[in-house]
């Protein structure tokens, strides 16, 4: 899987068609003893950035190697079921090593 990031005006360019929009990105850490809930820090950060809340998002794909990790992340952010990985996330698709996030875009 791979996904090409490419501004607006290269898209058009290169006649490409517009799939998504990048709002805003963050990376955080958390302590070494807890890995794995990095989403439920990075979330909110990334969100607040975008200029947006929590309710405006209508997907939120929580891509990490176990479902308890997933379902923490969930239940701190206070996230709905519905939204939180629709089409199964990160181990539905089988968490191919270095690929996951391609994979989950793409499909």
């Not at 809340?53 to 709905?80: H, M, R, T, W």
Request: proline fraction near 6%; charged fraction near 15%.
């Amino acid at each position: 899987a791979a996904v090409l990031l490419a501004s607006r005006a290269a898209c058009k360019r290169l006649g490409f068609k517009v799939l998504g929009r990048l709002h805003s990105f963050v990376a955080v850490g958390v302590e070494p003893a807890i890995m794995g809930i990095g989403p439920a820090e990075a979330i909110p950060v990334a969100v607040e950035r975008a200029g947006l809340n929590l309710a405006d998002i209508d997907v939120f794909e929580i891509n990490e190697a176990f479902a308890s990790q997933a379902v923490y992340c969930a239940e701190k952010l206070g996230l709905p079921n519905s939204k939180v990985n629709p089409t199964g996330g990160a181990i539905a698709l089988g968490h191919p090593l270095g690929c996951t996030g391609s994979r989950m875009t793409a499909t």
